[in-house]
């Protein structure tokens, strides 16, 4: 039992210890690749950021992961750094760098509020309410995780913080993750490498798919709550 206990305390050591050290490099880049006028007023254009990132050279796609990493404890739009990969790298390598730092830092702070949390949130919950809370992650928590990771409205940083507290378990975390941010992670791509030449009636009708899509699918979640609640 001693060897147990021993070992779940190194792997958790282990893990918080690699997701300081995340933080700490990504932090130490921003401080070094960012001018202190960026770090004190970020310049919320895709423009602004694009030629910033450009001047990094060849450290720009590590310097764009961290800055997703950090965008999961920091208050600033992630949506203009993916736009600004679409415009520098295209659309293809850009989905790829955008959707590696926003795994990074969702695993990140998944990680860390699971470790440093949840443990509170278990001395506050009754035995009753943590079981009904683990039956709830474990029969809706993949379909509840993977509809709020593809409503674009609703906080990518929250849904981290939110998900690290229940009982959802790591791959059902990366898995609905992964997938739920996909399709806005594209588009987000495709719109910066098409910034400079789309004209506006295609601004208009991909404002008009995004807001149906979201429709849909806002309505089709609050159709299946109402449908399980008579059997909660």
Same mark, same amino acid.
């Given at each position: 039992?001693?060897?147990?206990?021993?070992?779940?305390?190194?792997?958790?050591?282990?893990?918080?210890?690699?997701?300081?050290?995340?933080?700490?490099?990504?932090?130490?880049?921003?401080?070094?690749?960012?001018?202190?006028?960026?770090?004190?007023?970020?310049?919320?254009?895709?423009?602004?950021?694009?030629?910033?990132?450009?001047?990094?050279?060849?450290?720009?796609?590590?310097?764009?992961?961290?800055?997703?990493?950090?965008?999961?404890?920091?208050?600033?739009?992630?949506?203009?750094?993916?736009?600004?990969?679409?415009?520098?790298?295209?659309?293809?390598?850009?989905?790829?760098?955008?959707?590696?730092? #926003?795994?990074? =830092?969702? %695993?990140?702070?998944?990680? !860390? @509020?699971?470790? &440093?949390?949840?443990?509170?949130?278990? /001395?506050?919950?009754?035995?009753?309410?943590?079981?009904?809370?683990?039956?709830?992650?474990?029969?809706?928590?993949?379909?509840?995780?993977?509809?709020?990771?593809?409503?674009?409205?609703?906080?990518?940083?929250?849904?981290?913080?939110?998900?690290?507290?229940?009982?959802?378990?790591?791959?059902?975390?990366?898995?609905?993750?992964?997938?739920?941010?996909?399709?806005?992670?594209?588009?987000?791509?495709?719109?910066?490498?098409?910034?400079?030449?789309?004209?506006?009636?295609?601004?208009? #009708?991909?404002? =008009?798919? %995004?807001?149906?899509?979201? !429709? @849909?699918?806002? &309505?089709?979640?609050?159709?299946?709550? /109402?449908?399980?609640?008579?059997?909660?």
């Amino acid at each position: 039992m001693t060897k147990v206990i021993l070992s779940h305390s190194r792997s958790v050591a282990a893990y918080l210890a690699a997701a300081l050290l995340l933080l700490l490099t990504s932090g130490v880049l921003a401080w070094w690749l960012l001018p202190p006028s960026w770090l004190l007023d970020l310049d919320n254009t895709v423009h602004g950021t694009a030629a910033l990132m450009r001047s990094w050279g060849a450290w720009g796609i590590l310097g764009s992961i961290g800055l997703m990493v950090a965008h999961s404890f920091l208050p600033f739009p992630a949506e203009i750094i993916a736009c600004a990969n679409g415009m520098i790298y295209g659309p293809v390598w850009g989905t790829v760098i955008t959707w590696i730092g #926003a795994m990074l =830092g969702a %695993a990140t702070a998944f990680g !860390l @509020v699971r470790l &440093l949390g949840r443990p509170f949130v278990h /001395r506050v919950l009754s035995s009753r309410h943590q079981q009904q809370l683990a039956l709830w992650s474990q029969e809706h928590g993949a379909s509840a995780l993977l509809s709020a990771r593809l409503i674009p409205v609703i906080a990518f940083n929250l849904i981290n913080y939110a998900a690290a507290l229940t009982e959802i378990s790591w791959w059902t975390f990366l898995w609905a993750t992964g997938i739920g941010i996909l399709p806005l992670t594209v588009l987000l791509n495709v719109l910066g490498d098409q910034m400079l030449t789309m004209p506006l009636w295609t601004w208009l #009708a991909l404002g =008009g798919i %995004a807001a149906l899509t979201w !429709l @849909v699918l806002h &309505l089709r979640w609050q159709g299946d709550i /109402r449908t399980r609640q008579p059997d909660d």
